[in-house]
C-alpha cells in the first residue's frame, strides 16, 4: 500500500509563500521506483471540485502546471528521498483550498491529465490566504 502524508499548510497573508511537501511512505514506492510514477498537487475547496494543481512526470522531468497557478508555483522532486515538493508564491485568496499530492501509475501520458489518472492520495493539508 502506498502512502503519501503532506505538511507545510498553513494561513498566509495574500501575497506570501508557502512550501508544501509531500513524503511517500516505506523503503520502496508500489512495484516500481518512485522516480518512475508521475506525481501531483491537486487542491479542493467545498464549492469547487479537485481540481489538478501541477504535475511531474515521472520518466522526465516536464511539469503541468494549470493556468490559474502558472508562474507563481513550482512543483519540485527529489526521488532519492522519495519527496514531492509544491513552492507557491504571490499567494492569492482564491488559492485557499486542502491541497493533496497524488501517485499515478503512469510515468507520463501524451494525453490531458486528469484526477482519474491518480491512484493514491495523501489526507491534505489546508493552505487559507487571507485578504
Known amino acids: 500500500q502506498v502512502q503519501l502524508v503532506e505538511s507545510g499548510g498553513g494561513l498566509v497573508q495574500a501575497g506570501g509563500s508557502l512550501r508544501l511537501s509531500c513524503a511517500a511512505s516505506?523503503?520502496?514506492?508500489?512495484?516500481?521506483?518512485?522516480?518512475?510514477?508521475?506525481m501531483g498537487w491537486f487542491r479542493q475547496t467545498p464549492t469547487k471540485e479537485r481540481e489538478i494543481v501541477t504535475i511531474?512526470?515521472?520518466?522526465?522531468?516536464?511539469?503541468y502546471y494549470s493556468d490559474s497557478v502558472k508562474g507563481r508555483f513550482t512543483i519540485s522532486r527529489d526521488n532519492t528521498k522519495m519527496m514531492l515538493y509544491l513552492q507557491m508564491d504571490s499567494l492569492k485568496p482564491e488559492d485557499t483550498a486542502v491541497y493533496y499530492c497524488?501517485?499515478?501509475?503512469?510515468?507520463?501520458?501524451?494525453?490531458?491529465?486528469?484526477?482519474?489518472?491518480?491512484?493514491?492520495w495523501g489526507q491534505g493539508t489546508q493552505v487559507t490566504v487571507s485578504s
Open positions: 511531474i512526470a515521472g520518466s522526465n522531468p516536464s511539469t
Open positions: 497524488a501517485a499515478s501509475d503512469f510515468s507520463h501520458k501524451n494525453t490531458p491529465w486528469s484526477a482519474h489518472d491518480f491512484d493514491s
Open positions: 516505506g523503503r520502496t514506492f508500489g512495484s516500481r521506483p518512485y522516480s518512475t510514477y508521475a
